[in-house]
């Protein structure tokens, strides 16, 4: 995939600034989980997927693919350290998927509905990806079965809260901050709407 470069100029200190907050926070969260109680515990919340979001909407695919991998890999170290859980290697598969949405819907939009709606959809997408791997996968004796695969998206619903949660936490914020920044003190970041002609299309 290329990306058109009349849409990125290539100097965003802001926003690359804001991508490489949630990159450390990919990092310091599986931290400050492990010190939570086992029933306080927000399993599943993440930065991740906002990253993705945030980064391809904001800058390009292809370098929100490179913040995206380096969040993974912060992440699952400090996991790996924190709460003794080997890193899960088709998780990079999944988080791809936040990409695509943020670079197909959101480049050129501020809209807190479109933003919201993007971060919901790019969840569901984890979601049904997700358990119908673990589905395949047998993570549990679900059968190979229509009831089994039920029973499958079932069980990863308490996961899912967490996800939402933290999709559309984050996304918030990132998105949110960008908004407020480029307006106040960063003007040449302001997201450039798309145009539409008198005839429907778009410029």
Not at 84 to 104: H, K, N, R
């Amino acid at each position: 995939m290329t990306d058109d470069p009349t849409n990125y100029p290539p100097h965003k200190p802001m926003t690359r600034a804001l991508v490489w907050a949630g990159v450390v926070t990919a990092a310091a969260l599986p931290a400050l989980i492990s010190v939570l109680p086992q029933e306080a515990k927000p399993w599943n919340v993440s930065v991740i997927g906002a990253v993705g979001l945030f980064a391809a909407a904001r800058l390009s695919f292809n370098r929100a693919f490179l913040f995206v991998a380096l969040a993974i890999v912060a992440k699952d170290a400090a996991v790996y350290f924190a709460l003794g859980m080997d890193p899960y290697p088709l998780s990079w598969v999944y988080f791809l998927g936040y990409v695509a949405v943020g670079y197909a819907f959101l480049r050129r939009t501020d809209s807190p509905l479109a933003i919201a709606g993007g971060a919901l959809g790019a969840s569901l997408l984890f979601f049904f990806a997700s358990n119908f791997v673990s589905w395949l996968e047998q993570a549990a004796p679900y059968g190979y079965s229509l009831a089994g695969l039920a029973d499958c998206y079932a069980a990863g619903v308490p996961f899912f809260r967490g996800t939402i949660i933290g999709d559309l936490f984050f996304s918030g914020v990132l998105f949110g901050a960008h908004a407020a920044l480029s307006r106040a003190y960063f003007p040449a970041e302001r997201v450039v709407p798309v145009a539409v002609t008198s005839t429907g299309g778009r410029s």
